[in-house]
């Protein structure tokens, strides 16, 4: 069964740091673009940053320049989102997923996780 | 970066009404266009990529046109599951690969 994991979220007070991590399962991780994606609490959903199969290439939301990292272990089918400098509006639910991609649609996301909740506050 | 204007915000229809929810793009974008549903502390859920590419497993009553800036989702004959929130996204060029606001589809 192809399946995303993360793992990682909780409290943090405003400028404090966190990584949240994802476990993937039951397909090539190492195959595959993945990707972040968060939403607020009561909010629409954000993509944030993504990272190509072998992690040379990485993309960011500006927003999140400077002080997101998304990284990968593809012998451990893990990626990950270290997260520094942690502001109120970064509280969210973020998701893990597998990036597809064909040469007449884009990339598109079918594959996620259950996501983790990241919350900032004092 | 493109940004996605997805209207309306909300949308109340009763069982068996069709509906449409629209998207447009700050620039033209050829097709490079998916629509997801999201239901309350659930993951989306992708429904249509390319613009008009079904996915497997999604009933026949979505669909999706739309090239360029604009692009419209259509729900026919709406089913109790189908009310829920949707979303556009935009995956032309390179990232960041934009999300519309959302529009959530409540039952009257």
């Known amino acids: 069964e192809v399946q995303l994991v993360e793992s990682g979220g909780g409290l943090v007070q405003p400028g404090g740091s966190l990584r949240v991590s994802c476990a993937a399962s039951?397909?090539?991780?190492?195959?595959?673009?993945m990707a972040w994606v968060r939403q607020p609490p009561g909010k629409g959903l954000e993509w944030v940053a993504n990272?190509?199969?072998?992690?040379?290439?990485?993309y960011y939301l500006d927003s999140v320049k400077g002080r997101f990292t998304i990284s990968r272990d593809n012998a451990e089918n893990s990626m990950y989102l270290q997260i520094n400098s942690l502001r109120a509006e970064d509280t969210s639910v973020y998701y893990c997923t597998r990036e597809e991609w064909a040469s007449d649609s884009g990339s598109y996301y079918i594959v996620w996780g259950q996501g983790t909740l990241v919350t900032v506050s004092s | 970066d493109i940004q996605m204007t997805q209207s309306p915000s909300s949308l109340s229809a009763s069982v068996g009404d069709s509906v449409t929810i629209t998207c447009r793009a700050s620039q033209s974008m050829g097709n490079f266009l998916n629509w997801y549903q999201q239901k309350p502390g659930k993951a989306p859920k992708l429904l249509i990529s390319?613009?008009?590419s079904l996915q497997s497993g999604v009933p026949s009553r979505f669909s999706g046109t739309g090239s360029g800036t604009d692009f419209t989702l259509t729900i026919s004959s709406l089913q109790p599951e189908d009310f829920a929130t949707y979303y556009c996204q935009q995956t032309y060029s390179t990232p960041p690969y934009t999300f519309g606001q959302g529009t959530k589809l409540e039952i009257k």
């Open positions: 039951g397909f090539t991780f190492s195959s595959h673009w």
């Open positions: 990272i190509k199969q072998d992690g040379s290439v990485k």
């Open positions: 390319a613009a008009s």
